[in-house]
């Protein structure tokens, strides 16, 4: 993979190191990772714009380097569909926030497509103090949370060893279509870890990213929700 242009260290940080949504995705796209189809608004009628334009049902959320939990304090709406769920959404939010979390910094909103059902993975990152750069491949929910089902490799990787971090999860078999759902695009998902695995080493100043979820179908696999920590 050639080496891309590293990213300059953002100069508005949020409480914990962590990036808003929208400067995390700004970076990931640099890279070509693929992304649900989003647009950021400032006001409830570009929200509006940005939904008719990619299309319902959509998701809200708050872009804010403050508010570490977003849904915990009314900052996530789901399943709009139709241009007054989206308009009441931003100004509730906008109200709410104001009143819950006081000073935040509210940049804008994240207006994104809420994408149909497929198999959720998570691709993170950390930096362990003696190899370095670590990139890591899991399956979403309760196979990651209770049976800890990861992989891990020392960054950067390849496609090949991409491919053997997805076979070596226990569960990878559902990767080969379960109930009615086709088989996934693990060249998709490998295309991700690769380019996540040169993201970190060529941005230093990254301490951990989590991409989760990201959702893989028959065709592609895109990145939903994505968080990156600033190393202090």
Avoid: C
């Avoid at 608004?41 to 334009?53: F, L, N, R, Y």
């Avoid at 950390?126 to 490799?153: C, H, P, Q, W, Y």
């Avoid at 496609?159 to 086709?182: C, T």
Wanted: charged letters at 20%; proline letters at 6%; a negative charge.
């Amino acid at each position: 993979m050639p080496g891309k242009q590293a990213v300059s260290v953002p100069s508005v940080i949020g409480r914990e190191g962590k990036l808003s949504d929208l400067k995390v995705f700004h970076i990931l796209e640099s890279y070509n990772i693929p992304l649900a189809p989003y647009g950021f608004a400032s006001t409830p009628g570009e929200a509006v714009e940005i939904a008719e334009k990619i299309g319902y049902p959509v998701v809200v959320k708050v872009v804010s380097p403050d508010i570490s939990h977003k849904s915990d304090i009314g900052g996530v709406r789901l399943g709009l569909t139709s241009s007054s769920e989206v308009y009441t959404a931003v100004e509730e939010m906008n109200r709410v926030i104001q009143v819950k979390v006081p000073g935040a910094r509210i940049e804008g909103f994240l207006v994104q497509k809420m994408m149909p059902k497929g198999i959720e993975v998570i691709i993170g990152s950390l930096n362990d103090a003696t190899f370095g750069g670590v990139v890591m491949f899991g399956l979403g929910g309760i196979f990651t949370e209770v049976f800890k089902d990861v992989s891990f490799r020392v960054a950067p990787i390849d496609v090949r060893e991409a491919l053997e971090m997805i076979e070596e999860l226990r569960a990878s078999s559902i990767f080969n279509g379960y109930r009615g759902i086709p088989p996934v695009n693990k060249h998709a998902l490998a295309d991700i870890l690769v380019k996540v695995s040169h993201l970190i080493i060529e941005n230093p100043w990254i301490d951990s990213m989590d991409l989760n979820p990201v959702i893989a179908y028959s065709d592609k696999a895109v990145v939903v929700d994505a968080r990156i920590i600033v190393r202090r």
